[in-house]
């Protein structure tokens, strides 16, 4: 049970969402993730969307687990001299305030690389330096907006054809996972070098790296005027950008949300089948869901010929899973070897009990709060299972961060009093 990332020292300069759970994960691979936040105020998150009265947000709770806190004001000479010395004998190095403030406050890449030449400094930003939008702030939906995949999400014609962002942290925390694949790499690449360099993942870029399919299907419909595998084909004619597409798969397979039994009162009672394009496996779903016929007409039986009547494909799957519930199709064509997956609610994933027992799903004990439930890590080791502690309480190890760096009790006493640390 060795953590990866034992002995591995972290400060922590980030706040609400794309940062902190890059840092998080960096926590629960076993580094020593120092949070610096603002004297008396910390992270933003500590009391957005509050539960209960009087203690921390679950949106700090469920992003901060694992860490250590430490308040700080960085306006004062002090409190610099402070992050001066973590920085001495830190490994890396991680921001994402607003373009700019870092540098201002003294502590750019240049000014921490003289500090500490081995420090791998990290830092998330809405765009990269090159983009028109550089010193532009950004929030999880600008990210999504001009990442690409806002319009190419959501429903293609009606009352609903806007652009439409996902309820997944696409802007967010998939920018701090790519950030996060920076940072290993950046320290597997100063075990050779000695050296730590700069790593920068804008929240733009992160999101156009999700949607790469979206660029190969812009790709196809300027080469070839349509796109087959969307459900505008072949009935409505296509523009010049790729549209929205509703709840297609987005590869050349059949994939579509289909109603199940007890829809009218469930709005989650739907699931997804996809039907491959591989003789074989097409079969065994057209016999699993009573239409064997499909095997031999040849209006369905090969993939070209599906793409010209999968509204009627659709309409006929949907007669199947409609008298059905959404957990007995996933067994009868999961058996069938049939791709396909109930929509769970996120009441469904909590009380989820083989997701509880893998981790993914776990409770942690709060101090104040109680138990609380939250995310686990998500990567599963053979040899290492990551214990998710309870996010640290502002301040909560300032004393003992300042005694580590070196600072004696008079000295501590005396930031105090001047409320360089802990209003």
Known sequence: MTAPLKGIKVIDWTQVQSGPSCTQMLAWLG??????????????TRTELLDKPGLDGLYFLQ??????????????????EVLTRLLKS????????????????????????????????GTIKGFNDDSPFASVKAFEPVAQCAGGAAATTGWWKGEYNVPTQSSAALGDSNTGMHLLIGLLAALMQREKTGEGCFVEQSMQDAVINLCRIKLRDQLILENTGTLKHLPQYPNEKFGNTVPRAGNVEGGQVLGWCYRCKGWENDPNAFVYIVLQNEEKPFAAAATAIGKPEWISDPRFNTPAARQEVKEEIYAAVEKYTITRDKIQIVDELGKAGVPCGPVLSMLEIKNDQSLRKCGTIVEVDQPKRGKFVTIGCPPKFSNYKPEVKAAPMLGEHTDEILKETGYTDEEIKQLRSKHVVCK
């Not at 830190?90 to 500090?115: R, T």
């Open 90 to 121: 830190a490994d890396i190095f991680v921001e994402n305030l607003h373009p700019g403030a870092v540098a201002k406050l003294g502590f750019s890449w240049e000014e921490v690389h003289k500090i500490n030449p081995r420090v791998i400094y």
């Open 63 to 80: 992003l901060n687990c694992n860490k250590r806190s430490i308040e700080l004001d960085m306006k004062t000479p002090e409190g610099k």
């Open 31 to 44: 580094a020593d993730v120092i949070k610096i936040e603002r004297t008396g105020v910390g992270d933003p």
